[in-house]
Antibody, heavy 121, light 106 residues
């Protein structure tokens, strides 16, 4: 059974750095082709892709947010970490992590439940 | 950057067929994936690679893709199909989502 779960602060102040952790089970991020991505959704708005990390540590970032994002993985802990710098109230959103099943299968087939992050002073 | 355009809303009566479109430049040359998101829940993949269904997704959900438009078709719509639907593609090493369509079952 594949599961993913996001964790991190529910409230951050403007200009702070957000660190979110995705803890997963049921698959290995050392399996060839597999990836884990982050997607966010502001309240009442559309999904927005943020970042993706592959089994071989290759990384992809949203062009519009690339300068603020860092994605890393700890294969031994089955975790992927996303950091976003210089948080602003417009970054208030539910943040999801999701499984990218295989290189060439360009979609997310399992999602975490999401975690709501509010940016406010 | 690549843009996917969806209608904000689609309404359909129970038992009828709903068609949700996703427009993009030459989208027919890409693989399109569709997600269903119900209020307060995470998205669920309902169609991948234009027209394939993950296990557990009813056959009522189907997809097509040609030219500049991809379409998610939901046959024999049920009240439980009321949700937001998002299309998604992979373009230039980036994941791109459409703006989402709210499906209302009348």
């Amino acid at each position: 059974q594949i599961t993913l779960k996001e964790s991190g602060p529910t409230l951050v102040k403007p200009t702070q750095t957000l660190t979110l952790t995705c803890t997963f089970s049921g698959f290995s991020l050392s399996t060839s082709g597999v990836g884990v991505g982050w997607i966010r959704q502001p309240p009442g708005k559309a999904l927005e892709w943020l970042a993706l990390i592959y089994w071989n540590d290759d990384k992809r970032y949203s062009p519009s947010l690339k300068s603020r994002l860092t994605i890393t993985k700890d294969t031994s802990k089955n975790q992927v970490v996303l950091t976003m710098t210089n948080m602003d109230p417009v970054d208030t959103a539910t943040y999801y992590c999701a499984l990218w099943p295989q290189d060439g299968y360009n979609y997310f087939d399992y999602w975490g439940q999401g975690t709501l992050v509010t940016v406010s002073s | 950057s690549y843009v996917l355009t969806q209608p904000p809303s689609v309404s359909v009566a129970p038992g009828q067929t709903a068609r949700i479109t996703c427009g993009g430049n030459n989208i027919g040359s890409k693989s399109v994936h569709w997600y269903q998101q119900k209020p307060g829940q995470a998205p669920v993949l309902v169609v991948y690679d234009d027209s394939d269904r993950p296990s557990g997704i009813p056959e009522r959900f189907s997809g097509s893709n040609s030219g500049n438009t991809a379409t998610l078709t939901i046959s024999r719509v049920e009240a439980g199909d009321e949700a937001d639907y998002y299309c998604q593609v992979w373009d230039s090493s980036s994941v791109v989502f459409g703006g989402g369509t709210k499906l209302t079952v009348l």
